[in-house]
C-alpha cells in the first residue's frame, strides 16, 4: 500500500461515471489511475481528482505496473488544497496547465520524482498565493516556508529550474564567451545554447534577442532595471512574456518538444486577452 502526497497533472473521461487520472506523485512520480464513479455527485473523489489540484492518494502499486503507462487503482484521495486563488486568474491558471503538461509529457516515467513535485509543489503555491506578488515570506515564517517569488517570475522560475535539474543547466551570470561576470542586462542571447553575450564579445554585431528578454532575463537573475530611456516601463511589463518565451525555446532545443504541447497554444491566447484588458 502506497501513501502519497499527489498533483493533478490531467485527466479524461473513461466512460459515463469514470475518469483516468495522471498524477505527479511524491513518491512514486508519474502514476496513472483509474477512477471509478469519479464523476457522481457523491464520489468520495470529488475535488481531489480536478486537475492541479494537491492530494494525498493511497494505492495498491501493481509492481508489473510500475512503469507508469498502466492504470493502478485508487483506494483514498483526499483534498488537501484545490489552488482556488490560482483558479481564479486566467494567466496564472494557463501558466500552471503548461507547467503540468511539460511534466507530464516529458519528465521520466515509473521513477521517483522527488525534486519534479517540490517544484510543481512551490509554483502551485506561488501561482495560488496573493502574497506571491512580494517576492518574500513573512519572517517569522522564513524557516518554516520557501521564499516566495514574485507571481509574474514563477513560469520563468520554474523553467529555470526545471532545466537545471534536467541536466540543461543555463548560466545567467556570466558571458558565454569571454566567461567574465555580467554588471549589466547581457546585450543578446541564444535560445540554442543558452548562451548570454556581454556588449564586448558582441561588438558591433546586432544582437538577436528583444531587449525585453534581455531585461527580463537580467531581473531574473536578481538584477534591477537600470536607468535607460530605452528600456521603459512598458517593456520592464513586456518583459515577462519575452523571458518565459526565450527559456521555453531554449528547453525545445534541448529536449525536442517531439510532442506539442497543446495548453502554450491556450497561454497564447490568455496573453493577448490580458494584453487588450492592459491596454
Known amino acids: 500500500m502506497v501513501k502519497s502526497r499527489a498533483i493533478v497533472l490531467h ?16 513518491e512514486c512520480g508519474v502514476v496513472s489511475f483509474i477512477v471509478k464513479g469519479g464523476k457522481r455527485k457523491e464520489s468520495p473523489f470529488k ?6 489540484s494537491l492530494c494525498e492518494v493511497v494505492f495498491n502499486q501493481n509492481p508489473q505496473k510500475a ?7 485508487i483506494k483514498e484521495a483526499t483534498l488537501l488544497d484545490w489552488h482556488a486563488g490560482l483558479r481564479a ?30 517544484l510543481l509543489e512551490q509554483a502551485l503555491r506561488d501561482l495560488n498565493s496573493g502574497e506571491g506578488s512580494n517576492g518574500a515570506a513573512t519572517e517569522s515564517r522564513e524557516e518554516l516556508q520557501p521564499r516566495r517569488v514574485p507571481s509574474d517570475e514563477v ?10 535539474l534536467w541536466g540543461y543547466h543555463l548560466d545567467l551570470d556570466v558571458c558565454s564567451r569571454c566567461e567574465r561576470p555580467l554588471e549589466e542586462p547581457a546585450a543578446d542571447f541564444h535560445p540554442e545554447t543558452g ?37 521603459s516601463l512598458k517593456s520592464a511589463g513586456f518583459a515577462r512574456v519575452f523571458v518565459e518565451n526565450a527559456l521555453l525555446a531554449y528547453l525545445r532545443n534541448h529536449i525536442g518538444f517531439l510532442k506539442e504541447i497543446h495548453s502554450l497554444t491556450y497561454l497564447q491566447e490568455i496573453r493577448k486577452l490580458c494584453s487588450v484588458q492592459s491596454t
Request: aromatic share 10%; hydrophobic share 40%.
Open 195 to 231: 548562451g548570454l553575450i556581454c556588449k564586448a564579445c558582441l561588438g558591433v554585431d546586432s544582437a538577436r534577442a528583444k531587449p525585453e528578454t534581455l531585461l527580463g532575463l537580467w531581473k531574473l537573475r536578481g538584477g534591477t532595471y537600470p536607468n535607460s530611456p530605452a528600456l
Open 11 to 26: 485527466r479524461f473521461p473513461y466512460s459515463d461515471s469514470s475518469w483516468i487520472v495522471k498524477v505527479l506523485t511524491q
Open 47 to 52: 475535488g481531489a481528482m480536478d486537475p492541479l
Open 155 to 164: 513560469f520563468a522560475r520554474w523553467l529555470l529550474d526545471t532545466c537545471d
Open 67 to 73: 512503469g507508469g503507462g498502466d492504470l493502478q487503482f
Open 89 to 118: 486568474d486566467l494567466m496564472n491558471q494557463a501558466v500552471a496547465q503548461v507547467m503540468t503538461e511539460i511534466l507530464l509529457r516529458y519528465a521520466p516515467q515509473g521513477v521517483p520524482l522527488q525534486d519534479e513535485f517540490e
